[in-house]
């Protein structure tokens, strides 16, 4: 099940070596995309771009999200332009992983 990443902060219950998978909004044609800045005991993998639900509308932006380790992972999620030094965007996730 894919969960969708509020803005500003949140935390969500994970397990050791379980693929989670976390949606934001896609920029569509904006040049703008989501990253994950490294965290360590998390592998992150963005996903390819899916197609639009529909017309004219941007598709979300995916990423799987597999804890290694025991704790708290934070998970720094940015929306950046590669023409921009600053995020335009930050969301955190914490996985508290057991």
């Known amino acids: 099940m894919i969960q969708d990443v ?3 902060a949140s935390t969500v219950d994970a397990e050791i070596g379980r ?12 040049g703008y995309r989501w990253e ?7 592998e992150v ?11 004219g509308s941007a ?8 804890p290694q380790r025991a704790g708290d992972i934070r998970l720094q999620l940015e929306l950046r ?3 921009q030094a600053q995020s335009a965007e930050t969301r955190v ?5 057991r």
């Open 36 to 42: 994950a800045r490294p965290a360590d005991g998390v």
């Open 93 to 97: 996730v914490t996985l508290r992983t």
């Open 81 to 83: 332009a590669p023409w």
């Open 45 to 55: 993998k963005r996903l390819p771009a899916r197609p639009a639900a529909a017309f």
């Open 59 to 66: 598709a979300p932006d995916i990423f799987q999200v597999t």
């Open 6 to 8: 509020p803005k500003g």
């Open 19 to 30: 693929t989670l998978e976390f949606a934001l909004p896609g920029g569509g044609t904006t």
